[in-house]
């Protein structure tokens, strides 16, 4: 599910360690407080405004080299960020050398539980193209319908029109008389179709990455953060949250009780500058050596463009934190909105440079071809990753995403 990276030592590493260990020895020695007090910090745009102190909620589990399963915590509390550790973070780490690393030994449904739970979120495609094959013989006539029933899925006529050329010659060379060969061929073309867009998802073994995600409102952004934190945290992972939505209704709320359920720290303000929370969550993971800081954004229509433009300055506002920051650039699109995540992907793709996809809720009407469309670059859109797909609400529910795995689902 995930592979695990290295990053390149400072040269002054044993004493950026000390420090840590002086501020983490502090921070450990001061009591709980509840406090709310309010500080300033001078702005890290080109003008200096007053940036409210934020919260913190729930404890922090400290990082660790070697990644392993985390130990049951203690309840969720309330703490303040330290001003010291953030005035004090670590300078920027240098670029991050690629390691092998284990597979995700968390405890998940067994893989024909999730096949099956994907087969039936994809089931309106599956079920209308699967019979197409049964009784009919192998001529133009079952070629015409297969286009036909690509497009309705929202393939799109690029990749429809590429994935029919190859099943025509693939039959033609093998001389496939059978239909259920026929299906069998187009499962693999269209497997090999959507190779591009799987990868794997790089953790930090040491160091901060962090990642910013977006998306429209509805898509299971908030959600789907807190699931990640949930995996990210089983595969050895420390995690910090910021809720960076800050003008959806209960959005920090819910944010912070997925911090709650998973244990982890949040950094949130009522109101207020989504950039400042932004900033001082980078600085805060840095400070308490997280390995992953995911930074929430309020949710928002490509068309408008005000509000766009506030993204771009949050993801300058992380730059300025952390030089190599954001690591990751992460879309939320719901499965079910068919063509309409073309013109999200591409839009976003242009204000904020995507890294990641992840797809939502293709647990009911999803029509599923859209990712055909996407490997297929489709109206210009670039064949993005998709790193993790969704098929529920619960926690396993959310899964890395393989070709081979949805080719087959998405057939029948």
Partial sequence: MFRFFKR??????????????????HEQEEPVTTSTDTVTAETVEESAVAIERVETVAPTVESSVTPVPLEPQPEVLVTEVEAEAEASSPAPVADAEMVPSPVVTEAAPAKSSWMQRLRQGLSRTGSSIGSLFVGVKVDEALFEELEMALLMADAGIEATESLLAKLRTKVK???IEDAAEVKEALKALLSEHLKPLEKDFMLPLDGTSVVMIAGVNGAGKTTSIGKLAH????????VLLAAGDTFRAAAREQL???????QVAVIAQDGG?????????VNAGKARKANVVMVDTAGRLPTQLHLMEELKKIKRVINKADSEAPHEVLLVVDGNTGQNVITQ???????????????TKLDGTAKGGTLAAVAAGSQGVRPIPVYWIGVGESLHDLQPFSAAEFANALLG
């Fill in 8 to 25: 390149k030592k400072a040269k002054e590493e044993n004493q950026a360690s000390q420090e840590a260990e002086v501020a983490q020895a």
């Fill in 173 to 175: 060379q093998q001389r």
């Fill in 231 to 238: 995996h990210f945290q089983a595969a050895g992972a420390s």
């Fill in 256 to 262: 912070v009780e997925w911090g709650k359920r998973n």
């Fill in 273 to 281: 500058d989504p950039a400042a929370v932004a900033f001082d969550a």
């Fill in 345 to 359: 992907i591409k839009a976003f793709d242009a204000a904020l440079g995507l890294t990641g996809l992840v797809v």
